[in-house]
């Protein structure tokens, strides 16, 4: 069976594709020049640029991080370009007839035709290609409601009150390495902003994707959920197939002010390289939010793409009666590495968090599970649960599991539960004797294994989540 | 073929598991509407026989052969072998958390129905049939909506099995002791069940310990495997000698490793 796992592995990768937008795009290198021109292109105040610089000399202190399960070539920060733009994007379009047409047949290929999304999943999108957000649909009707979602580039210059007080402020710049990369040089990505007691009337939705070649990207997502206002948002990324590594190192920060609720899901298909491990995305994201009273963050994502995926999206439970969760669903297989998880930081009486993880390794790839949940002094009476489920295909494949837990209140509890299993050759076979062939049984038992993460998901996504497995695991045997 | 009325005919078949030779000369016809009982000793090779002919990974095939409907079976696929009608009745039934039995059911049924070139149903049409099934083996409706077996009892699972065979309409059904642990209610829905399905176009291989499921699934032949092979047959009457005196008077010496189920 091994042997014709592996066999089988070699399945294309179907977003690999490369479109033909001109573009314009910087010389690799990087250097305080570079952040000055990326400031100017984006004709920044004054204020932000000083932010970006202060960030970048952070960075130049800081080490790379190793403590990850992952093995990797070291990126090259200096042969990366960090700004690239769509030529077309310059006159910015102020309505979809004026996106260029290639660039709206690459999101058909993905399978998000925007004007059809429009009309009838009533999603709103907004679409970040290479650097660059490309057309925000549905702003009207949102305005409406008194929603803000648009290009962070944009806040910048009409939001700057916002900007200023909430940049940064659930991601410090010092806080890791690839994040204070991203602070000096982060080029586009979403805002959001929901004010006091509304419900975003539709679900609000970004698509990333990397088009040319040795271009980083680096966006970096705001979201704040006024008090008990209301969310729900989901991104997708995949990138086109190519033989060097490309890094993404993303920020996303959530802040969820006192009873507000954000729900953050996403499915993300990067190219994850070939299988002898050439290629691929570098997925080195971080991602955070802060829960103040009554305030709940959910963190769903269904991860399958990247060649090395580091990745924890996180909850910090500040306020009284805060809840976080966390499901999510990675899969890995051909060379593949993933080291994910979450971290839970209790600060709050009574806060709450949950975290259900479904790992599912396949060919010779790693996957591990790492979590954190601290219980800290104050954090009367909190809880949290977690369960994590692994799912090996073939015996060539890893899973990990690595939670920690810091309990300094007593009268915290902490619950873990962990299982291993493996499709195994019995549910192979009833499933083939009644009469389906071996990938679509796989795709099934897999899909029925990630149920609890899946049910999560919005509607229309979930059915998107369980068809990216399906594609991603055809070949997975024989 | 000798016959071409024979819808399952097996020619000195030997096959073996990890180089074991476990069937050592099979020879069986059965004809459409048939129902033949085995009966024999534990380690005799009837779950095997099963394995052998619906082509599980690791049951090797050393020579003879077998052939569905005039159909060399050998050559198939797993999957292919079950499209063409046969289906076996699993001793124990695995389990498959999260992929709900409705899921399932409907999967199967619609992955057969390709195979034969017809459309595959829309839920609401599949859903009505799966309902009626259920009745018919005594499940709640609630059960289309667990996993696959998933926290079922024993005698669940059996009649989730004869459930899959009422859906799945085979040309041979293969039970596989569906009746060992079942409580006397129990076994007489499988029994039912298996009745129901009983038609001239459909066969069946009933493979039990126990007279008295024959009692109520009236088969055509008896006939005992013992060490690889069929040692007798017979018709009904011959399930009622051996429950009274047991497989020695037919002089297979038991092995060692027969002793073990
Ligand atoms: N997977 C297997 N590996 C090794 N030996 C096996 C395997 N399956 C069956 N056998 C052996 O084959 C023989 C027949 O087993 P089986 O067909 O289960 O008998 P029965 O169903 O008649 O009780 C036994 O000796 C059993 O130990
Ligand atoms: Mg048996």
Redesign the interface.
């Known amino acids: 069976?091994t042997e014709q796992i592996d066999k089988a592995l070699a399945r294309e990768y179907e977003a690999g594709f490369v479109s033909a937008v001109e573009s314009e795009t910087f010389e690799p290198g990087l250097n305080e020049d570079v952040i000055r021109r990326i400031s100017e292109v984006k004709g920044e105040p004054e204020w932000m640029l000083e932010w970006r610089l202060k960030a970048f000399r952070v960075w130049q202190e800081m080490e790379e991080p190793n403590w990850a399960h992952v093995d990797y070539e070291k990126v090259d920060f200096q042969a990366i370009s960090y700004y690239s733009a769509p030529k077309s994007m310059k006159d910015k379009p102020k309505s979809l007839d004026e996106v260029d047409p290639e660039l709206l047949r690459t999101y058909e290929k993905l399978g998000i035709p925007l004007v059809e999304q429009q009309m009838l999943a009533g999603v709103a999108v907004d679409a970040v290609f290479d650097s660059v957000s490309v057309v925000t649909t549905f702003r009207e009707k949102l305005e409406e409601a008194g929603v803000i979602f648009c290009p962070i580039s944009e806040a910048v210059h009409k939001y700057p009150e916002l900007l200023k007080k909430y940049l940064g402020s659930v991601v410090p710049t010092k806080d890791n390495f690839f994040a204070a990369l991203n602070c000096a040089v982060f080029t586009d990505g979403s805002f959001v902003y929901i004010p006091k007691g509304v419900r975003c009337p539709m679900e609000l939705s970004t698509y990333f994707r990397i088009n040319e070649q040795n271009t980083g990207q680096f966006e970096r997502t705001l979201i704040i959920a006024d008090e008990g206002s209301h969310v729900s948002y989901l991104e997708g990324c995949t990138a086109p197939q190519r033989d060097e590594n490309q890094l993404h190192a993303a920020v996303v920060e959530l802040v969820a002010l006192d009873d507000a609720e954000i729900k953050y899901s996403t499915v993300q298909n990067w190219y994850p390289g070939d299988e002898e491990g050439k290629g691929g995305i570098y997925n080195f994201v971080t991602k955070r939010g802060i829960c103040h009273t009554n305030a709940k963050i959910s963190w769903t994502q269904v991860e399958t793409g990247s060649s090395v995926t580091w990745k924890y999206p996180s909850c910090v439970l500040k306020g009284d009666n805060s809840i976080g969760e966390f499901y999510s669903v990675a899969l890995t297989r051909g060379r593949q590495q993933a080291d994910t998880g979450t971290k839970m930081i209790h600060i709050g009486k009574n806060t709450k968090s949950t975290i259900i993880s479904k790992g599912i390794s396949a060919g010779k790839s790693n996957n591990s599970y790492r979590g954190l949940v601290r219980m800290n002094p104050g954090a009367q009476g909190a809880r949290n649960f977690t369960q994590c489920d692994s799912l090996l295909i073939g015996d060539q494949c890893g899973a990990h599991t690595f939670p920690y837990v810091e309990s300094r209140n007593p009268s915290a509890i902490v619950e873990h539960e962990a299982t291993t299993s493996k499709v195994?050759?019995?549910?192979m076979?009833?499933?083939?004797?009644?009469?389906?062939?071996?990938e679509?049984a796989v795709s099934?038992?897999v899909?029925?294994?990630?149920?609890?993460v899946f049910k999560e998901l919005p509607m229309e996504f979930a059915v998107e989540a369980g068809k990216l497995l399906e594609i991603s695991l055809e070949g997975s045997v024989g | 073929m000798s016959n071409e009325n024979v819808l399952l005919s097996i020619k000195d078949l030997h096959a073996s598991v990890e180089e074991k030779n476990i069937i050592k000369g099979l020879n069986l016809d059965i004809k459409p509407g048939e129902v033949h009982a085995i009966m024999g000793p534990n380690g005799a090779g009837k779950s095997t026989m099963g394995y052998v002919l619906s082509g599980r990974d690791g049951y090797t095939v050393d020579s003879g052969s077998a052939s569905l409907a005039g159909e060399d079976l050998l050559d198939m696929d797993v999957e292919d072998r079950a499209r063409a009608g046969l289906f076996l009745a699993f001793q124990y039934p695995v389990e498959i958390p999260g992929v709900s039995n409705l899921e399932f059911l409907k999967v199967s049924v619609d992955a057969q129905r390709e195979a034969r070139g017809e459309e595959s149903l829309t839920s609401a049409e599949f859903l009505k049939v799966a309902k009626e099934a259920c009745k018919q083996v005594n499940l709640p409706v609630s059960f289309l909506k667990r996993g696959v077996n998933e926290g079922f009892s024993g005698g669940e699972k059996k009649r989730n099995e004869i459930m899959q065979m009422i859906l799945l309409k085979p040309k041979l059904c293969i039970l596989d002791e569906t009746d060992s642990g079942l409580d006397i209610d129990a076994m007489q829905v499988v029994a039912n069940g298996v009745n129901s399905q009983r038609s001239s176009e459909r066969s069946f291989i009933v493979v039990t310990h126990y007279q008295r499921l024959l009692d109520y699934i009236k088969p055509d032949f008896v006939h005992v495997l013992a060490d690889g092979k069929i040692v007798k047959s017979g018709d009904a009457s011959l399930a009622k000698e051996l429950e009274e005196q047991g497989y020695a008077w037919l002089q297979t010496e038991p092995k060692e490793d027969e002793l073990e189920d």
């Open positions: 069976m195994s050759d019995d549910q076979f009833l499933c083939q004797q009644r009469g389906i062939d071996p679509k099934m038992i899909n029925g294994f990630c149920k609890e």
